[in-house]
C-alpha cells in the first residue's frame, strides 16, 4: 500500500474541485447537506450528530464518488456511512478514535485552566485581576496542547474518513494508519487547506453572527428559532464544502480516483509506502 505526495497548492485545489463536484448535481448534494444540518441543530441530538460525524460525512463523500463515477448523487446518501453493507464497522475506529482525543483534550483543557474558575465565571461572578491572570495562563497552556493535538487529529481523520468508506478491503485501524502516514507527507498541502477552512470560517461566523443578533431583536423565542436554523445553515454549509473535499483528498493521495489530478497537474509527486 502507498500513498502519494502532492504540491502544496493542491489543499485549496481540493475545495475547489470538491465543489465543481457539488454544482453539477447542486440540488442533491444540497438536499444531503440540510438533512445533515437539521439533525445537527437540534438540541440533544446535536451531540450524537457530535460524534458521529465523520459517519455523515463518509455519507457525503459516498455521494461525491458516485456522482464522479456517473451516478448522480441521492439525498439519502447522506445516511450511505450507516447503510452501506460494512461501513459503520470500518467508519466506527474513527468515530472512537475523534471521541477519545477529544474527551482527552477537554479533560487536559479543565486540568490546566480549572474547573472552579470557569464555574465561577459561569455563575456570573466577577473575577479579581490576579484570578483573570491565572486563567488567561491556563487558557494560553491548554491551548499550545489542544492546537497541535488537535489539528493532527484533524488532519487525520480529513484522510482515513474517505479511504475507510470508499476501500471495503480496509479496516477502520487500517486506514487511520495510512492515513497518518500519508499526513506527514503531504503537510504542505494540509496547512494550505488549514488557511482556506480559516478564512472560510470567518466569513461564515460573521455571517451567523449579523444574523445571530438581528434575530436577537426578535425576541427570546424566535431569538432561539432564528439561532437553530442559523446553526443548521453552517452545518450544511460546512458538509457541503468539507465532504466532497475529503473525498478529493483522498482520492488524489491513495489514488482512489483515476479522474484525480495527476502528478503533472498537482506539483511534486513520490510515492511513500504506508506503514
Given at each position: 500500500?502507498?500513498?502519494?505526495?502532492?504540491?502544496a497548492?493542491?489543499?485549496?485545489?481540493?475545495?475547489?474541485?470538491?465543489?465543481?463536484?457539488?454544482?453539477?448535481?447542486?440540488?442533491?448534494?444540497?438536499?444531503?447537506?440540510?438533512?445533515?444540518?437539521?439533525?445537527?441543530?437540534?438540541?440533544?441530538?446535536?451531540l450524537?450528530?457530535?460524534?458521529?460525524?465523520?459517519?455523515?460525512?463518509?455519507?457525503?463523500?459516498?455521494?461525491?464518488?458516485?456522482?464522479?463515477?456517473?451516478?448522480?448523487?441521492?439525498?439519502?446518501?447522506?445516511?450511505?456511512?450507516?447503510?452501506?453493507?460494512?461501513?459503520?464497522?470500518?467508519?466506527?475506529?474513527?468515530?472512537?478514535?475523534?471521541?477519545?482525543?477529544?474527551?482527552?483534550?477537554?479533560?487536559?483543557?479543565?486540568?490546566?485552566?480549572?474547573?472552579?474558575?470557569?464555574?465561577?465565571?459561569?455563575?456570573?461572578?466577577?473575577?479579581?485581576?490576579?484570578?483573570?491572570?491565572?486563567?488567561?495562563?491556563?487558557?494560553?497552556?491548554?491551548?499550545?496542547?489542544?492546537i497541535?493535538?488537535g489539528?493532527?487529529?484533524?488532519?487525520?481523520?480529513?484522510?482515513?474518513?474517505?479511504?475507510?468508506?470508499?476501500?471495503?478491503?480496509?479496516?477502520?485501524?487500517?486506514?487511520?494508519?495510512?492515513?497518518?502516514?500519508?499526513?506527514?507527507?503531504?503537510?504542505?498541502?494540509?496547512?494550505?487547506?488549514?488557511?482556506?477552512?480559516?478564512?472560510?470560517?470567518?466569513?461564515?461566523?460573521?455571517?451567523?453572527?449579523?444574523?445571530?443578533?438581528?434575530?436577537g431583536?426578535?425576541?427570546?423565542?424566535?431569538?432561539?428559532?432564528?439561532?437553530?436554523?442559523?446553526?443548521?445553515?453552517?452545518?450544511?454549509?460546512?458538509?457541503?464544502?468539507?465532504g466532497?473535499?475529503?473525498?478529493?483528498?483522498?482520492?488524489?493521495?491513495?489514488?482512489?480516483?483515476?479522474?484525480?489530478?495527476?502528478a503533472?497537474?498537482?506539483?511534486?509527486?513520490?510515492?511513500?509506502?504506508?506503514?
Open positions: 500500500m502507498s500513498h502519494r505526495k502532492v504540491g497548492g493542491r489543499g485549496a485545489g481540493w475545495i475547489v474541485e470538491g465543489f465543481d463536484v457539488v454544482r453539477q448535481n447542486f440540488g442533491s448534494f444540497a438536499g444531503i447537506a440540510v438533512v445533515f444540518g437539521a439533525i445537527g441543530a437540534l438540541p440533544l441530538l446535536n450524537v450528530v457530535g460524534m458521529l460525524n465523520h459517519v455523515f460525512y463518509a455519507g457525503m463523500v459516498s455521494a461525491t464518488r458516485d456522482q464522479v463515477e456517473g451516478r448522480p448523487a441521492q439525498i439519502g446518501q447522506v445516511f450511505d456511512g450507516f447503510s452501506r453493507p460494512g461501513a459503520f464497522l470500518r467508519l466506527l475506529p474513527i468515530v472512537v478514535v475523534n471521541v477519545v482525543v477529544s474527551l482527552v483534550l477537554l479533560v487536559v483543557f479543565l486540568g490546566l485552566v480549572g474547573v472552579q474558575p470557569l464555574m465561577s465565571i459561569m455563575a456570573g461572578n466577577e473575577p479579581s485581576q490576579a484570578e483573570t491572570m491565572a486563567l488567561l495562563a491556563g487558557v494560553l497552556k491548554a491551548m499550545v496542547v489542544a497541535p493535538v489539528l493532527l487529529l484533524w488532519w487525520t481523520l480529513f484522510l482515513a474518513t474517505p479511504l475507510a468508506m470508499l476501500d471495503e478491503s480496509l479496516s477502520g485501524w487500517t486506514a487511520i494508519r495510512r492515513a497518518f502516514s500519508a499526513m506527514w507527507a503531504n503537510i504542505g498541502a494540509l496547512i494550505v487547506n488549514l488557511l482556506c477552512w480559516i478564512v472560510i470560517g470567518l466569513v461564515l461566523t460573521i455571517a451567523a453572527g449579523i444574523v445571530g443578533v438581528l434575530g431583536l426578535l425576541g427570546a423565542g424566535l431569538g432561539l428559532v432564528v439561532q437553530i436554523v442559523v446553526n443548521a445553515v453552517m452545518l450544511a454549509v460546512v458538509m457541503i464544502l468539507v466532497p473535499s475529503m473525498y478529493r483528498a483522498a482520492s488524489e493521495i491513495f489514488e482512489l480516483d483515476p479522474q484525480a489530478p495527476t503533472a497537474s498537482s506539483g511534486p509527486d513520490e510515492t511513500t509506502a504506508a506503514f
